[in-house]
């Protein structure tokens, strides 16, 4: 099998300061409109985007997560909480991203400054860098 390496995104200081800046906008007052215009601007994998096979490696504030894309919306998750816990690998979904409170994105599976939040209630802290590799079809 022929693995591609797809993308790799991170944050540059300034839109470090920029996410820091729009990461207060829970909790505060600030009105869905901006919340929603501000999850626009996401550096984000969508779950639509991946594939059987792929593997998304992401790092976060305090750990790395490697996960692999299965079928039915399920994913074999390595590493962070999963790892202290001994439960790694698991076969877990993704329910989405958060930015720490009770707004989820149904349709991301990583997002840079945001929340992964997996179907055991697990939420991770921060993430700060994801990087997908395409691993080809299940054909």
């Known amino acids: 099998m022929m693995i591609d390496i797809g993308f790799l995104f991170c944050y540059t200081s ?57 079928e039915d919306e399920n994913y074999i998750v390595s590493g962070g909480w ?9 076969t877990v979904s993704i329910t989405g991203c958060t930015w720490g409170g009770s707004i989820i994105k149904v349709d991301t599976l990583a997002a840079c400054g945001l929340r992964m939040e997996f179907s055991n209630r697990v939420i ?11 691993g080809g079809s299940k054909n």
Not at 29 to 35: D, Q, R, V, Y
Not at 125 to 134: M, S
């Open 124 to 134: 991770t802290t921060t993430i700060r860098k994801v990087r997908v590799i395409r």
């Open 14 to 70: 300034r839109e470090r300061f920029e996410l820091r800046d729009r990461s207060f906008m829970l909790g505060t007052g600030h009105s869905l409109e901006k919340i929603i215009d501000g999850a626009v601007q996401l550096k984000q994998v969508r779950k639509e985007e991946l594939q059987f096979g792929d593997l998304v490696l992401i790092t976060t504030r305090n750990s790395d997560y490697s996960v692999c894309v299965l």
């Open 82 to 90: 999963f790892a202290r816990k001994g439960l790694s690998p698991t």
